[in-house]
């Protein structure tokens, strides 16, 4: 079945720091990959999504490539701020057998200090 | 995008009643999901909300403990039934939107605490 690994958090960085959050998937077909970011106290928005091998996916200076042959969907920002503090989800959806329904990763917890 | 809206957005409920969220769509959609995010834990799959026929639940969840309505294209109901404080959940619709790369938009979620 279709799986994704995150790395563990909290991950907890000073600002105008570098920033990776690790992703990896295992899927049957050619999944979409999506990351989604949840502020504090609030639901789930879409960051960015790449649908087939080396898209990039960007927005709000984070960028994502999908890499297919290391299975991998890795986020990055150059400089974060303290506005970035939130939990990262990386997720994929297989449309073709998996009925469009996303499988989640288990949040990466991002802290950002002065 | 989508605008999605929940009711109620948070609710403490006695253990062995009923709760019914709403999930409201402003445009119509085919596919409707809804989700649980337990305490600190990721979101899983409750199921998928098809209109015109009965749900399509994911493994471990069960229509009577979750019983799903979807009357027509742009609204959803999920009820938790004999609550329990393993209940205590986040619970998040989401809509497949199918231009623009099958996208998934969520509601802003329904925080229930069961005592």
């Known amino acids: 079945g279709n799986s994704v690994t995150q790395m563990e958090g909290p991950v907890t960085l000073s600002e105008e720091a570098f920033l990776t959050i690790n992703c990896t998937y295992t899927?049957?077909?050619?999944?979409?990959l999506f990351w989604y970011v949840q502020y504090p106290g609030e639901g789930l928005q879409l960051l960015l999504k790449?649908?087939?091998?080396?898209d990039k996916g960007s927005n709000k200076g984070f960028e994502a490539t999908y890499r297919k042959e290391t299975t991998s969907f890795h986020l990055e920002k150059g400089s974060v701020q303290v506005s970035d503090s939130a939990v990262y989800f990386c997720?994929?959806?297989?449309?073709?057998?998996?009925?469009?329904?996303?499988?989640f990763g288990t949040g990466t917890q991002l802290k950002v200090e002065l | 995008s989508a605008v999605i809206s929940q009711k109620p957005s948070r609710d403490i409920c006695q253990r062995g009643t009923s709760l019914t969220i709403q999930c409201q769509v402003d445009?119509?959609?085919?596919?409707m999901f809804w989700y649980r995010q337990q305490p600190g834990q990721s979101l899983t799959l409750i199921a998928t909300?098809?209109?015109?026929?009965?749900?399509?639940?994911e493994s471990g969840f069960v229509i009577d403990k979750f019983p799903i309505s979807r009357p027509n294209l742009t609204f959803s109901t999920l009820t938790v039934s004999n609550m329990s404080p393993e209940d205590s959940s986040i619970y998040l619709c989401?809509?497949?939107?199918?231009?623009?790369?099958?996208?998934?938009?969520f509601g802003p979620g329904t925080r229930l605490t069961v005592t």
């Open positions: 989401s809509v497949l939107l199918l231009t623009g790369g099958y996208e998934q938009y």
């Open positions: 899927a049957t077909g050619y999944p979409s």
């Open positions: 790449a649908t087939k091998a080396d």
């Open positions: 997720a994929l959806s297989d449309r073709g057998g998996g009925g469009n329904k996303l499988t």
């Open positions: 445009s119509q959609v085919t596919m």
């Open positions: 909300a098809n209109q015109g026929s009965e749900a399509t639940y």
